[in-house]
């Protein structure tokens, strides 16, 4: 049964009623730019066809009563009210999960935005915790939902930059824009090209012949948003320490590849690896735009190889999975570039396949990890799809 169905069913079953409406945000998946968002990069995801869904209808009261089928059916009740302090109606601390809706509730009102109390079910093919933004999409679809019933309007990237603040402030994890920016402003067989200081955004056609698959190595980690925050103030320190030599500088998007190598010397040895990446990673995403223009796949795939390398050994945020799992990819027949995508440390490989190899490309793959680890591999052919979007 499509997810749709399944929360309209259950919303059926829950509330005595079918649901007013149907809100969808979906995943995301990174292509190039990698860990750069937070350093004014450019980044260049697309859209997934993997999504959230909710159903929804107005409670008419105060109170949102949410119910999460993927977690169990688990169910929370809040206000506007118990918010602030992430409490839910009777006082209790809000689960993990529903600071997602609930951030996005807080960072809605603090926008000035009308925050009505909503029933809803919800439920994502997204899967969790594997780099393709499952929070996003929960935070998008929330946020369109919201939007819906207090009648208000705003354009996607001001939804994707609340989404953001509810993230960071919220439920503390220090990300950038990329995420909320690409399951809000996605867009049907298009990639997406972010300048994430400007916040303007063009999109690119994805090269006819080539497909992008999605490797999913079935291995989850804990702590990542911790180990996450502490490389964006890596970033932070080497921008404070740069920045005595040259006092314009802002963030590591401020300095070339050949400045870098010029004052890498004054950053100690963690920082400079970490700066290392995050310069040559924007370098590497501004050389990868005509490439892609002009079609030349094999040496856009040979700049995510790159990329998967750097953030290997310089940012340290792969695993010894997402390795196995790119390294086994890379010499498959029809693979143009393979690398870990998202935040990282564990979740899923994005790969650049030729289209006349993608199913033996899709097999090879599972079946020599699965040999080697034990581990069953999803792997997901993908669609650019639309971004968040209320279906009814
Ligand atoms: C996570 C964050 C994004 C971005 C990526 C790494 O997905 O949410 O903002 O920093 O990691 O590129």
């Not at 909320?180 to 056609?205: H, I, M, N, V, W």
């Not at 040895?269 to 005509?290: D, Q």
């Not at 040979?302 to 196995?324: F, I, K, T, W």
């Amino acid at each position: 049964m499509e997810i749709s169905e399944i929360v309209t069913r259950a919303f059926e079953e829950k509330f005595g009623k079918k649901p007013d409406h149907l809100a969808s945000a979906p995943g995301r998946v990174n292509l190039l730019g990698e860990h750069v968002d937070y350093n004014d990069g450019f980044v260049l995801p697309a859209a997934i066809n993997l999504a959230t869904r909710i159903a929804f209808s107005s409670s008419g009261s105060e109170k949102s009563t949410l119910v999460a089928l993927d977690i169990d059916y688990d169910e929370t009740t809040f206000d506007l009210k118990g918010v602030f302090d992430k409490k839910d109606s009777n006082g209790r601390m809000l689960s993990e999960w529903s600071r997602y809706p609930a951030g996005m509730a807080w960072a809605l009102n603090e926008k000035g935005l009308e925050v009505n109390g909503m029933n809803a079910v919800f439920s994502s093919d997204v899967p969790r915790g594997a780099s393709l933004s499952s929070s996003a999409s929960v935070e998008m679809a929330f946020g369109k939902a919201w939007q819906k019933l207090g009648g208000w309007d705003i354009p996607p990237m001001q939804l994707a930059l609340i989404g953001q603040r509810a993230e960071n402030a919220y439920v503390g994890m220090n990300c950038g824009i990329m995420d909320q920016f690409a399951s809000a402003c996605g867009e049907k067989d298009r990639l997406l090209l972010l300048d994430c200081r400007s916040l303007e955004y063009r999109t690119l056609p994805l090269p006819e012949d080539v497909a992008i698959v999605i490797a999913d190595t079935s291995v989850r980690r804990t702590l990542v948003s911790s180990a996450y925050n502490k490389r964006r103030e890596s970033c932070e320190e080497a921008v404070r320490l740069l920045k005595t030599k040259i006092p314009s500088l802002k963030s590591l998007r401020d300095i070339s590849v050949e400045d870098f190598e010029k004052l890498s010397g004054l950053l100690p040895a963690e920082t400079e690896m970490r700066a290392r990446h995050v310069v040559y990673e924007i370098a590497r995403t501004s050389r990868s735009i005509p490439l892609l223009e002009s079609g030349d796949v094999e040496a856009f795939g040979q700049l995510m190889n790159e990329c998967h390398a750097s953030l290997r050994d310089l940012y340290e945020v792969s695993g010894p999975e997402l390795d196995l799992m790119a390294c086994l990819a890379q010499p498959l027949k029809g693979c143009l570039g393979a690398r870990q995508t998202g935040g990282g440390f564990a979740g899923c490989t994005v790969n650049l396949v030729r289209k006349e190899y993608t199913d033996e490309f899709s097999q090879m793959l599972s079946t020599q990890y699965e040999s080697k680890t034990g581990l069953h591999p999803a792997v997901y052919i993908c669609e650019a799809s639309k971004g968040a979007e209320i279906l009814y």
